[in-house]
Every structure is written in C-alpha cells, then in structure tokens.
T-cell receptor, first 112, second 114 residues
Framework: KQEVTQIPAALSVPEGENLVLNCSFTDSAIYNLQWFRQDPGKGLTSLLLIQSSQREQTSGRLNASLDKSSGRSTLYIAASQPGDSATYLCAVPTSGTYKYIFGTGTRLKVLA | GAGVSQSPSNKVTEKGKDVELRCDPISGHTALYWYRQRLGQGLEFLIYFQGNSAPDKSGLPSDRFSAERTGESVSTLTIQRTQQEDSAVYLC????????????FGEGSRLTVL
C-alpha cells in the first residue's frame, strides 16, 4: 500500500529565502510524481510532473527532483516570495493502478 | 472546455437529503477522478474512471456514495441520505489518456450537511 509523507508540515520563512520541501513514498514502482499547490478555499494547481524515467523537472523558480530508489522527491523553491504562500502537495500513483495518493502537504508562509 | 468545471461550487443541504455533484472534465481527457477533502485534511481518493473500463470504486466510503460517467464526458457523484460527516470539499480531476498522466483539478464543490 502506497503511503506518502511530507515534511515539514508547516514552514514560515522571510521573503527571499531558498526552500526545500520533502516528499517520501513507500512504493517505488511509480509511473510519475506530481507536485501541486493549493491556495485556501481553492482547488489544486499542477506545478511539476516528473516521469519515472526523469530525475528532475524545472519551471521558473521551481525545481523538483525524483529519486525512486530511495522513495523521495524534493521541491526546491528559489528566492521565495509572499505569493508563494500556499499548501504544497505531492502525489504518486499506487503501483499497478492509476490511483494517485496524496501527501498531507506542507503549509508554506513567506513573510514580506 | 478550458479547464475542469465543477458544479455547484457550494451546496448546503439537510441531513438525510440526497445530493448530486457534477464534474465536466477537460475535453479529450479520458481519465477522471473524484477526491474528498475534509476541513484541514488531506485528499482522500474516492473513484477513478478510465475510458470505457470498469471504474475503480475502491475509495467510496459507503454504499451511500455512487458515481457515474457517460463515456469520456461528464461525471456525477451522488451522495444519498447525507450525513454530517459527508461535509467536505469534493474535488474532481481529469487526466489525458496515458497511465499516470498529469492531473488537472477543478475548483471543487463545497458540501455542508446541517
């Protein structure tokens, strides 16, 4: 059974800092891993999708890496801004199915 | 459409009533998912549709919950005899036709059961 854990659960930082958010999963036989952000009262916005054959993906100030063998992914946010404040979630499909399992998220607050 | 569309955005109902929530996926997306998110909690998988295959209903919490999808279009999630613990945001996502494709979410339907 796939289990997804995100650390830390919450993070508060001053503007301009570089951040690392962690996601770990128990079943490494995954097709891909996806990172999302969720603003309060809103749906989820896709940030990055890493296929199982890839080691990282980049979009603007965001960089996500994937290490399947160790069951870990890292989301790196460079030069954080107050607009980055949100909850960040990672999701992986359960092995043998297309059922995505979500972590409980990291609640990020970037202070101006 | 341009994105995943869900309706209603908000629904308040009395305990014991039935409710229907609708999801209109991105055109051409064959996979469709329903998730539930209780206040302050993570996302719980409910059901998954892929094309004309039998849906994966393994996440439905009780037989009061059911969902249908016509072909590769609209899906309806029905909750019968609603209970207060059904209060949550119900999120729908769609994905292109490949295993583990990128998920795109709607804004959700917030259900409050009084």
């Amino acid at each position: 059974k796939q289990e997804v854990t995100q650390i830390p659960a919450a993070l508060s930082v001053p503007e301009g800092e570089n951040l690392v958010l962690n996601c770990s999963f128990t079943d490494s036989a995954i097709y891909n891993l996806q990172w999302f952000r969720q603003d309060p009262g809103k749906g989820l916005t896709s940030l990055l999708l890493i296929q199982s054959s890839q080691r990282e993906q980049t979009s603007g100030r965001l960089n996500a890496s994937l290490d399947k063998s160790s069951g870990r992914s890292t989301l790196y946010i460079a030069a954080s801004q107050p607009g980055d404040s949100a909850t960040y979630l990672c999701a992986v499909p359960t092995s043998g199915t297309y059922k995505y399992i979500f972590g409980t998220g990291t609640r990020l607050k970037v202070l101006a | 459409g341009a994105g995943v569309s869900q309706s209603p955005s908000n629904k308040v109902t009395e305990k014991g009533k039935d409710v229907e929530l609708r999801c209109d996926p991105i055109s051409g997306h064959t996979a469709l998912y329903w998730y539930r998110q209780r206040l302050g909690q993570g996302l719980e998988f409910l059901i998954y549709f892929q094309g004309n295959s039998a849906p994966d209903k393994s996440g439905l919490p009780s037989d009061r919950f059911s969902a249908e999808r016509t072909g590769e279009s609209v899906s309806t999630l029905t909750i019968q005899r609603t209970q207060q613990e059904d209060s949550a945001v119900y999120l729908c996502a769609s994905s292109p036709d490949r295993a583990g494709g990128e998920l795109f979410f709607g804004e959700g339907s917030r259900l409050t059961v009084l």
